[in-house]
């Protein structure tokens, strides 16, 4: 099992067991938006879900790529709110991240947290990028002119 740990510094994996830690370095660490978490072990400080999906977004190869970013925040959806996703974005400032992320929303027909993410975005600097990170755009892509993101033909669109 594998447990991924966001620090200020960077740091060496351990292994505990069977257990393996994971440290990534992140700046600005302690103005992210955080709560508790209680588990029978102890309780833990991990990312709000919002900031937890913009960064799922913003580290899609990481993650597997976005048809997995895709799978995780369906199981997210339920627990954002749009003053929690306005504070993500407030906090990180990650522009294209947070165009990405709209276009998710979006194209899973979660309305109120693409407007969100819309309102965020007005009156940044937004360019042209494609939905996955490094991806090249294709022929057959499509701009979402809300976003500003390519889309490619095969990406899984609901209305859920």
Known sequence: MVTQVMTAKSRRPITVGRHELVFHSRANIQQMPTRWYETAEGRFKVSTPELTALELVQRDAQVGGIARVQEVLHTLYEACSVEGLQEALDTAQVVPAAQRLGALFSLQGRAELAQGAQHWLQGRNM???????????????????????????SIERSNA
Request: glycine share 8%.
């Open 127 to 153: 360019r042209a990028i494609p939905l996955e990170s490094g991806s090249a755009v294709g022929d057959d892509w499509h701009l979402d002119a809300v976003f500003k993101v390519w889309l490619p033909p």
